[in-house]
């Protein structure tokens, strides 16, 4: 496993190839980003039809209040082949997060009702993974260092590894203060990399619990039977579509059922809330910018 940094590079910006020199600040803050190498190859993504059955049912015994049609969109599992990406081993930060905004003037962190969240003493701290930005804003801090939002297909490579183990860790249910932070066992984010034996097989971290992380996707619940894209699959056709957006791996106010990493959620891209953050990853994939209703 690989670590390594760059500031100066030639990558392609959606449908556009241009030479990118980062400011001084992006590159300072790409330095504390630590990057896991995700080879290239195929896994399976999604859940089988008995699979998704025994989650609903495992769900309702929780009174989780997940309904069926959020466990059909798992369905069918499939092979799915992926580039290689590099993929952050944590949650972006509060303090990354920070200099971004100092740097560009974009708007600081907002709870669902417009609240600052930075004001609020149990979602401030340094290295604590960022939340109340939008979808739009994880981006814009994903382009600003060169990378992107990860694609669901690459979110679900990075949790589930090969082989569609239920959990990061494996298949073993969660344990909380062991694996994850959920079920508002601290009632707030806890700092990146608290869970050391929740990490996926790549070693990567809190991809159960603790924030939800925006995906770059439109939400489709019949993308995986459409069956069109088995190779780097992504659904977005335009960047700016106004159109829900996949989140995945659960957080640190919801229970167990939710920490699966084949559940599939959605949250509206111009929305923020405090238990929504993001990682990131490079390249990012080609995707069109222009507007569609």
């Not at 804003?137 to 990860?150: K, N, R, T």
């Not at 894209?229 to 167990?256: C, E, F, H, M």
């Not at 084949?262 to 953050?277: E, N």
Request: glycine share 6%; with cysteine.
């Amino acid at each position: 496993m690989k670590t390594f940094y760059f500031a100066c590079f030639i990558f392609s910006v959606w449908s556009h190839t241009v030479v990118a020199a980062l400011t001084e600040t992006a590159q300072q803050v790409l330095a504390t980003i630590e990057w896991v190498d995700i080879p290239e190859g195929t896994f399976l993504m999604g859940s089988t039809r008995e699979e998704a059955e025994a989650a609903y049912e495992d769900a309702r015994l929780r009174s989780s209040l997940l309904e069926q049609h959020t466990f059909d969109a798992e369905v069918p599992q499939h092979r799915v082949y992926l580039a290689a990406y590099q993929m952050s081993r944590y949650e972006i930060t509060n303090a990354q997060y920070r200099a971004f905004v100092e740097a560009t003037s974009r708007p600081t962190p907002r709870g669902h009702n417009g609240e600052d969240t930075w004001a609020d003493e149990t979602l401030n701290a340094d290295e604590q993974p960022i939340v109340g930005v939008t979808w739009f804003d994880a981006q814009a801090f994903a382009e600003w260092l060169g990378g992107s939002l990860p694609t669901e297909a690459q979110w679900e490579r990075a949790a589930r590894g090969t082989e569609a183990q239920m959990y990061p860790w494996g298949n073993e249910p969660p344990k909380a203060r062991h694996h994850a932070n959920f079920a508002r066992r601290y009632n707030r984010p806890m700092p990146v990399g608290t869970f050391p034996k929740g990490a996926s097989p790549d070693s990567i971290a809190d991809l159960a619990g603790n924030v939800w992380e925006w995906c770059l996707d439109e939400y489709s619940p019949t993308f995986y039977q459409n069956g069109h894209q088995t190779k780097n699959p992504i659904n977005l056709r335009y960047r700016d579509v106004l159109r829900a957006r996949v989140i995945r791996g659960g957080a640190w106010d919801v229970g167990s059922a939710f920490l699966r990493s084949a559940l599939r959620f959605k949250f509206y891209p111009l929305d923020a809330t405090h238990t929504i953050g993001f990682r990131v990853i490079r390249p990012h994939p080609q995707v069109q910018t222009g507007l569609k209703d």
